[in-house]
C-alpha cells in the first residue's frame, strides 16, 4: 500500500473516531432522556444499555434529578473511553504525517490501552451506583443493586494489555529506529 493511501485511511480514521467519541457521548445522555425510543431501537452502550434493559416500563420514567444523574453516572466510564479514543485519534493523525515509529505514537497508543482498561473498571464501579439511583423510587423489595462481569469485560481488558504490549514494542521500534538513523 502506498504512503498517500495509508496517509489518506489515517486521516479518515482520525475523523471517523472524533464522529465515533461525539456520537457516543450524545447517544448516551440521548438513551436517558428517551428510553422508551432507545429500547424500541436497542440504543444502548454498555452500562446504560445494561440498566435500562434491567428496568420495567414504569421504573423507566424517571425523575429529572434521576435522568440527569444517570446520565452523568454513566458518562464516567464513557468519558475514560473518549479519553483513550481521542488518544487513538491523534496516533491516526501522527501516521497520517508519516510518524510510524516516533515515540509520541507509542505514547499515544500506551494511552489507549490504560483508557480501556480504565473504562471497564470504571463502569464496574459505577453500576452498582446507577443501579440504585433508577430504582430509589421503586417500592421496597423493587430496588435494585446490581453488579456484573461480563464476558465483553473480559474482552475488553484483554484487548487493554494486548494495546498496553503493543505500544510498549512500538517504544523499543522508536527506540531502535532512532539509533539506526544516527549511525546511517
Known sequence: MS?????????????????????????????????????????????????????????MRLTGWQCLGAMLLSSIPLLALAFGLGHLRQLFQRYAQGEYFSSEAAVCLGKVGRAVALWVLLDFLCEPFLSLLVTINAPVGQRLLTLSVTAPSFVALFLAACIAIIARILSRASEVDSENRTFV
Open 3 to 59: 504512503s498517500n493511501r495509508l496517509a489518506l485511511y489515517s486521516q479518515r480514521m482520525a475523523v471517523i473516531t472524533l464522529v465515533f467519541i461525539i456520537t457516543m457521548m450524545v447517544l448516551n445522555a440521548g438513551v436517558w432522556l428517551f428510553p422508551d425510543v432507545a429500547s424500541e431501537y436497542g440504543l444502548g452502550f454498555a452500562l446504560t444499555e445494561r440498566q435500562l434493559s434491567s428496568l420495567s416500563a414504569e421504573a
